[in-house]
Protein backbone atom coordinates (compact mmCIF):
# COMPACT_ATOMS: atom_id res chain seq x y z
CA UNK A 1 0.00 0.00 0.00
CA UNK A 2 1.15 3.32 -0.93
CA UNK A 3 1.27 6.59 1.63
CA UNK A 4 -0.20 8.36 -1.64
CA UNK A 5 -3.49 7.76 -2.07
CA UNK A 6 -5.71 8.92 -5.49
CA UNK A 7 -9.48 8.74 -6.18
CA UNK A 8 -10.65 7.33 -8.50
CA UNK A 9 -8.78 4.71 -9.69
CA UNK A 10 -10.57 4.50 -12.63
CA UNK A 11 -12.35 7.48 -14.89
CA UNK A 12 -14.37 7.04 -17.73
CA UNK A 13 -15.66 10.69 -19.20
CA UNK A 14 -16.30 12.60 -22.18
CA UNK A 15 -15.14 15.09 -23.89
CA UNK A 16 -17.81 17.68 -22.84
CA UNK A 17 -17.62 16.13 -19.08
CA UNK A 18 -16.52 17.99 -16.55
CA UNK A 19 -14.06 16.22 -13.80
CA UNK A 20 -11.55 16.38 -11.09
CA UNK A 21 -9.04 13.43 -9.77
CA UNK A 22 -7.93 13.81 -6.18
CA UNK A 23 -4.62 13.11 -4.18
CA UNK A 24 -3.86 12.99 -0.43
CA UNK A 25 -0.71 12.48 1.75
CA UNK A 26 -0.33 12.28 5.48
CA UNK A 27 3.43 12.33 5.70
CA UNK A 28 3.97 16.09 6.00
CA UNK A 29 5.45 16.50 2.32
CA UNK A 30 5.69 19.93 1.32
CA UNK A 31 5.69 19.23 -2.51
CA UNK A 32 3.12 17.64 -4.26
CA UNK A 33 3.06 16.61 -8.19
CA UNK A 34 1.00 15.60 -10.83
CA UNK A 35 3.10 13.30 -13.79
CA UNK A 36 1.07 11.91 -16.73
CA UNK A 37 2.15 8.73 -18.16
CA UNK A 38 1.39 6.76 -21.28
CA UNK A 39 1.65 3.02 -22.02
CA UNK A 40 4.91 1.85 -22.07
CA UNK A 41 6.19 5.51 -21.57
CA UNK A 42 7.78 7.04 -17.89
CA UNK A 43 5.94 9.67 -16.61
CA UNK A 44 5.77 12.93 -17.70
CA UNK A 45 5.62 16.24 -15.36
CA UNK A 46 2.85 18.15 -15.63
CA UNK A 47 2.82 20.55 -12.11
CA UNK A 48 4.74 21.09 -9.25
CA UNK A 49 3.16 23.14 -5.81
CA UNK A 50 5.54 23.97 -2.97
CA UNK A 51 4.08 24.88 -0.08
CA UNK A 52 0.78 24.83 -1.52
CA UNK A 53 1.91 27.28 -4.41
CA UNK A 54 2.60 26.51 -8.09
CA UNK A 55 6.19 26.70 -8.56
CA UNK A 56 5.76 24.56 -11.85
CA UNK A 57 3.39 24.29 -14.76
CA UNK A 58 5.32 22.38 -17.79
CA UNK A 59 2.99 24.03 -19.88
CA UNK A 60 0.38 21.74 -19.83
CA UNK A 61 -3.19 22.83 -21.44
CA UNK A 62 -5.51 24.55 -19.58
CA UNK A 63 -7.92 21.99 -19.85
CA UNK A 64 -6.17 20.79 -17.05
CA UNK A 65 -5.98 22.68 -13.71
CA UNK A 66 -4.38 22.14 -10.80
CA UNK A 67 -5.58 23.15 -7.24
CA UNK A 68 -3.97 22.59 -3.88
CA UNK A 69 -6.75 23.04 -0.92
CA UNK A 70 -3.88 22.37 2.01
CA UNK A 71 -0.97 20.89 2.40
CA UNK A 72 -1.87 17.23 2.37
CA UNK A 73 -4.52 17.17 -0.75
CA UNK A 74 -3.79 17.96 -4.61
CA UNK A 75 -6.65 18.17 -6.75
CA UNK A 76 -6.33 18.28 -10.86
CA UNK A 77 -9.90 19.52 -12.40
CA UNK A 78 -10.80 18.47 -16.28
CA UNK A 79 -12.46 19.83 -18.51
CA UNK A 80 -12.99 19.52 -22.20
CA UNK A 81 -10.64 16.82 -22.64
CA UNK A 82 -9.49 15.10 -25.93
CA UNK A 83 -8.74 11.40 -26.68
CA UNK A 84 -5.10 11.72 -26.20
CA UNK A 85 -5.27 12.82 -22.62
CA UNK A 86 -6.23 8.81 -22.17
CA UNK A 87 -3.38 8.21 -19.73
CA UNK A 88 -2.69 6.73 -16.29
CA UNK A 89 -2.66 10.34 -14.04
CA UNK A 90 -0.13 10.37 -11.13
CA UNK A 91 0.21 12.17 -7.80
CA UNK A 92 3.26 12.19 -6.14
CA UNK A 93 4.63 14.09 -2.54
CA UNK A 94 8.13 14.84 -1.65
CA UNK A 95 9.72 16.97 1.79
CA UNK A 96 10.19 20.02 0.96
CA UNK A 97 11.77 22.65 0.25
CA UNK A 98 12.63 23.65 -3.25
CA UNK A 99 16.46 22.19 -3.65
CA UNK A 100 15.85 19.18 -1.68
CA UNK A 101 16.99 15.68 -3.76
CA UNK A 102 14.38 14.07 -1.02
CA UNK A 103 12.77 11.01 -3.36
CA UNK A 104 9.02 11.42 -4.54
CA UNK A 105 6.46 8.99 -3.72
CA UNK A 106 3.77 8.12 -5.51
CA UNK A 107 0.37 7.25 -5.84
CA UNK A 108 -1.16 4.21 -7.55
CA UNK A 109 -2.61 6.42 -10.19
CA UNK A 110 -5.93 7.40 -11.72
CA UNK A 111 -6.31 5.45 -15.60
CA UNK A 112 -8.36 8.28 -17.70
CA UNK A 113 -10.29 6.97 -20.61
CA UNK A 114 -11.70 10.13 -22.87
CA UNK A 115 -14.32 8.97 -25.35
CA UNK B 1 20.90 19.09 -23.06
CA UNK B 2 20.30 16.44 -20.03
CA UNK B 3 19.84 12.10 -21.22
CA UNK B 4 19.22 9.67 -19.23
CA UNK B 5 19.39 6.30 -21.01
CA UNK B 6 18.55 2.74 -19.40
CA UNK B 7 19.52 -0.41 -21.01
CA UNK B 8 18.65 -3.09 -21.57
CA UNK B 9 15.16 -2.13 -22.66
CA UNK B 10 13.73 -5.76 -21.78
CA UNK B 11 15.39 -8.71 -20.10
CA UNK B 12 14.55 -11.67 -19.48
CA UNK B 13 15.91 -14.05 -16.75
CA UNK B 14 15.27 -17.66 -15.70
CA UNK B 15 14.58 -17.76 -11.16
CA UNK B 16 18.23 -17.59 -9.50
CA UNK B 17 19.72 -16.10 -12.56
CA UNK B 18 21.30 -12.78 -11.66
CA UNK B 19 21.92 -9.99 -13.91
CA UNK B 20 22.06 -6.07 -14.04
CA UNK B 21 20.38 -2.86 -15.22
CA UNK B 22 22.25 -0.06 -16.39
CA UNK B 23 21.80 3.64 -16.27
CA UNK B 24 23.82 6.04 -17.94
CA UNK B 25 23.30 9.84 -17.39
CA UNK B 26 24.58 13.23 -19.22
CA UNK B 27 23.55 16.24 -17.09
CA UNK B 28 24.99 18.99 -15.20
CA UNK B 29 25.06 19.68 -11.61
CA UNK B 30 23.54 16.06 -10.59
CA UNK B 31 21.58 16.39 -7.14
CA UNK B 32 20.26 12.92 -6.98
CA UNK B 33 19.67 9.37 -8.85
CA UNK B 34 16.60 7.66 -7.99
CA UNK B 35 15.86 4.04 -9.02
CA UNK B 36 11.94 3.09 -8.87
CA UNK B 37 9.97 -0.01 -9.64
CA UNK B 38 7.02 -0.17 -11.04
CA UNK B 39 4.04 -3.27 -11.64
CA UNK B 40 1.25 -3.03 -14.46
CA UNK B 41 -1.23 -0.70 -13.76
CA UNK B 42 0.34 0.73 -10.56
CA UNK B 43 2.67 4.02 -9.42
CA UNK B 44 6.69 3.91 -9.13
CA UNK B 45 7.86 2.36 -5.98
CA UNK B 46 10.77 4.16 -4.68
CA UNK B 47 13.58 1.67 -4.08
CA UNK B 48 17.15 3.79 -3.32
CA UNK B 49 18.50 6.91 -3.98
CA UNK B 50 22.06 7.76 -4.54
CA UNK B 51 23.77 10.86 -3.97
CA UNK B 52 27.44 10.68 -4.99
CA UNK B 53 29.82 8.43 -7.21
CA UNK B 54 31.14 5.47 -5.41
CA UNK B 55 27.64 5.44 -3.23
CA UNK B 56 25.63 1.69 -2.86
CA UNK B 57 22.52 0.86 -1.66
CA UNK B 58 21.04 -2.65 -1.07
CA UNK B 59 17.62 -3.60 -0.52
CA UNK B 60 16.92 -7.39 -0.39
CA UNK B 61 18.32 -9.12 -3.66
CA UNK B 62 18.59 -5.46 -4.86
CA UNK B 63 21.55 -3.20 -4.99
CA UNK B 64 22.67 0.03 -6.53
CA UNK B 65 25.63 1.69 -7.54
CA UNK B 66 26.70 4.86 -8.64
CA UNK B 67 29.91 6.10 -10.88
CA UNK B 68 30.47 9.91 -12.34
CA UNK B 69 28.51 8.49 -15.68
CA UNK B 70 26.00 5.74 -14.62
CA UNK B 71 24.10 3.13 -12.14
CA UNK B 72 23.27 0.19 -12.07
CA UNK B 73 20.71 -1.73 -10.46
CA UNK B 74 22.14 -5.42 -9.39
CA UNK B 75 19.88 -7.98 -8.95
CA UNK B 76 21.02 -11.52 -7.25
CA UNK B 77 19.08 -14.41 -7.75
CA UNK B 78 15.98 -13.14 -8.95
CA UNK B 79 12.29 -14.58 -8.02
CA UNK B 80 9.20 -14.19 -10.74
CA UNK B 81 8.04 -11.64 -8.15
CA UNK B 82 10.88 -9.26 -9.23
CA UNK B 83 9.26 -9.09 -12.73
CA UNK B 84 8.59 -5.18 -13.37
CA UNK B 85 9.64 -2.13 -15.12
CA UNK B 86 12.93 -0.82 -13.16
CA UNK B 87 12.37 3.23 -13.68
CA UNK B 88 15.55 5.52 -13.28
CA UNK B 89 15.19 9.36 -12.95
CA UNK B 90 18.11 12.15 -12.15
CA UNK B 91 17.18 15.41 -10.16
CA UNK B 92 19.57 18.28 -11.44
CA UNK B 93 20.23 21.85 -10.61
CA UNK B 94 17.83 23.70 -7.78
CA UNK B 95 14.31 22.22 -9.00
CA UNK B 96 12.05 19.59 -8.15
CA UNK B 97 12.15 17.74 -11.80
CA UNK B 98 13.38 14.17 -12.23
CA UNK B 99 14.16 13.31 -15.48
CA UNK B 100 13.40 9.64 -16.02
CA UNK B 101 14.82 7.06 -18.60
CA UNK B 102 12.98 4.74 -20.74
CA UNK B 103 12.44 1.83 -18.24
CA UNK B 104 14.01 -1.69 -18.35
CA UNK B 105 10.93 -4.27 -18.41
CA UNK B 106 12.53 -7.39 -16.32
CA UNK B 107 10.84 -10.64 -16.98
CA UNK B 108 11.99 -13.90 -14.05
CA UNK B 109 10.63 -17.02 -15.06
CA UNK B 110 10.08 -20.20 -12.84
Known amino acids: DTEVTQTPKHLVMGMTNKKSLKCEQHMGHRAMYWYKQKAKKPPELMFV???????INESVPSRFSPECPNSSLLNLHLHALQPEDSALYLC??????????????FGDGTRLSIL | EDQVTQSPEALRLQEGESSSLNCSYT??????LFWYRQDPGKGPEFLFT???AGEEKEKERLKATLTKKESFLHITAPKPEDSATYLCAVQVGSGYALNFGKGTSLLVTP
Open chain 1, 92 to 105: ASSQGPQGSNQPQH
Open chain 1, 49 to 55: YSYEKLS
Open chain 2, 27 to 32: VSGLRG
Open chain 2, 50 to 52: LYS
